[in-house]
């Protein structure tokens, strides 16, 4: 209805004092109240529900929907109504409120209504519009924010989770995930939700937030819903999408990060150190290795960890960096887990490999430059001087002999490093550059050492600088041909029957400056020397007797463990 067409006579309401202004004509419509947005008027045809009181004009009531606790609805300009309700109605807006009157020849007229209302009766309506709706209605979808970047989006047969605001037209509330603290978990499309809800989620991202008017044929219909929904309610949805799936999705991947030269990709049984951020669709944080300063450690494809970060991780480099996205059914399920994974989340984890490994792997050797006429090598027993940077794969140094004065030196094989260098330092040349990756264990191992991770691989750079031949294991001196006979007389420089430390130590420089044999090299020959003479020196009476100096073949064949 236009607005020329209502009777305002605002004057009439609400001021007695100017007396009777005779017969009404026409209804008499007051807009007492108008709600600043009006998204849609009552016209004829529309279904409508509204509150109402009904007095005649001293006041009395003679009827009220509010008594009945029930609201009116019906259908406007169809002769269901009195007419002058009928006029008084249309134009509405949801929410606005109107005092009507309504002359007898509009109302029930000279009959009246027995018991109730008497002939000729001038009727007084305060009305509350509701609701309005009508059968050519379709779903309103409004969306009021969309995140960038959504690569999919809500179908039939999907299982969603939400969060959702829901009112009646007129905004009264009648339920809310956010009072549970729980999000809303259905299928979409399998008619689980009313229609209007299951056409309305189609289409959604995650994160996505709509607003839905549903109408009442699309809802809960004549019945309503229990005391909250009343019968023929357009309802009213706010709702938050906060992650969707398919029972048939599998894990998606995202390559957010892969190093230019991948040699090797992980497999089912390596093990593998890697960070993550674990996040929910919405991008709540529910975990993170950084936020303990501790890669996560596991083996892969063996039921360690979740079947779809058990799958996520087929594949990856070292220092990839890639998202995976796992269903609730690869995940934990229906049940979540604690109190920050809910029942049925997707899970979405952002990981950066560190390195991995496989309990089979030997040390991998990389000759990065190795002289021209190399004929001697190193071998185990030899004694090496070398420098070295040690890394782990990231990159992140550890330990270097170039922070020293001085390289590193080592018998080869006397256990005094771990055995991956170890076994990287043999056959190699003096100047022979080398880059060695040594897995963990023949490196440090689960417990890792000062500095070093748990379980992680090592890269050193090696640089062999010099090399001493060296000698068999559990010996300190060899012969280079047959130990000389007399060797004690010999030994004895002033014959006095007895050798001291320092008789000791000038046969034994001499016998290696004529070539005769050779110390095991070290750093300190005179300590060497010195080890020599106390296992010689069997009562440690500070000299040497002719029955305690013996030959170390002599006494492996006593199976005494002392030696020369």
Known sequence: M?????????????????GDPGPLEDVVIDRYYIPKICLREVQMGDFIRYHYNGTFKDGKKFDS?????ATVAGVVGVGRLITGMDRGLQGMCVNER?????????GYGSIGVAGLIPPDATLYFDVIMLDIWNKADKLQITTLSKPEGCNRTVENSDFVRYHYNGTLLDGTPFDSSYSKDSTYDTYVGTGWLIKGMDQALLGMCAGEKRSIIIPPFLAYGEKGYGTVIPPQASLVFSVLLV????????????????PPSCKRRAVTGDFVRYHYNGTLMDGTLFDSSYSRNHTYNTYIGKGYIIPGMDQGLQ???????????????????????????????????????????????PVEIETVFRPEGCNVTTRDRDFVRYHYNCSLLDGTKLFSSHDYEKPQEVTLGANK????????????????????????????????????????????????????????????????????????????LNKDGEIPPDEFSTFIKTQVAEGKGRLMPSSDPEKVI????????????GKITVEELKLKSDEDQEKIHEEL
């Open 2 to 18: 236009s607005p020329g067409s209502l009777v305002l006579l605002l004057s009439i309401l609400g001021a007695p004092g100017l």
């Open 65 to 69: 929907s509010y008594d009945r606790g």
């Open 98 to 106: 109107r005092h009507l009157i309504v002359p007898p020849h509009l």
């Open 243 to 258: 992650d969707f799936h398919n029972p048939r999705d599998g894990v998606s991947l995202e390559h957010l990060e892969v």
């Open 315 to 361: 594949g990856v480099c070292m220092g990839e960096r890639r998202r995976v996205l796992i269903p609730p059914h690869l995940a934990y399920g229906e049940n979540g887990a604690g109190d920050k994974i809910p029942g049925s989340a997707v899970l979405i984890f952002d990981v950066h490999i560190i390195d991995f490994h496989n309990p089979a792997d």
């Open 417 to 492: 490093v771990i055995e991956g260098l170890n076994s990287g330092l043999l056959n190699m040349c003096a100047g022979e550059r080398r880059v060695l990756i040594i897995p963990p264990h023949l490196g440090h191992g689960e417990s890792g050492a000062r500095g070093v991770p748990g379980s992680a691989v090592l890269r050193f750079e090696v640089e062999l600088i010099s090399m001493e031949e060296g000698v068999p294991e559990g010996y300190l001196f060899i012969w280079h041909g047959e130990p000389p006979a007399g060797l004690y007389e010999q030994m004895d």
């Open 530 to 541: 010195a080890d020599m003479f106390r296992n010689q020196d069997r009562n440690q009476d």
